[in-house]
């Protein structure tokens, strides 16, 4: 099993910014992705941005260049920079780490509202 622990949620301004973190704990193993995925109320969640073990990275399109994922390995710990913030980035993020053989595990959201 896998604990995904979110942090650094909440409320900023149009323009601001946030830092979002994910800590995983237990069994990792080999080859894994992780990243954030957003469940704005009333659409479809979607992904976010993506990290593998070698730092490469994938980008929403709607979120390129304001956005930028990291990961620490020897904490298993993501970050997710979020600058130039717009009010349709109001959303639940949600940290997930997909596990070769293992599958898909989820964080259990933190809530980001972008507004005036």
């Known amino acids: 099993q896998v604990q995904l622990m979110e942090t650094g949620g909440g409320l900023v301004q149009p323009g601001g910014s946030l830092t979002l973190s994910c800590a995983a704990s237990g069994n990792i193993f080999g080859l894994h992705l992780m990243g954030w995925y957003r469940h704005p109320l009333g659409k479809q969640r979607e992904l976010v941005a993506q990290?593998?073990?070698?730092?490469?990275?994938n980008y929403a399109d709607s979120v390129k260049g304001r956005f930028t994922i990291s990961r620490d390995n020897g904490k298993n710990t993501i970050f997710l920079q979020m600058n130039s913030l717009k009010p349709e980035d109001t959303a639940v993020y949600y940290c997930n780490m997909w596990i070769y053989q293992q599958g898909d595990y989820w964080g259990r959201g933190t809530q980001v509202t972008v507004s005036s």
């Open positions: 990290i593998d073990i070698n730092s490469h990275t």
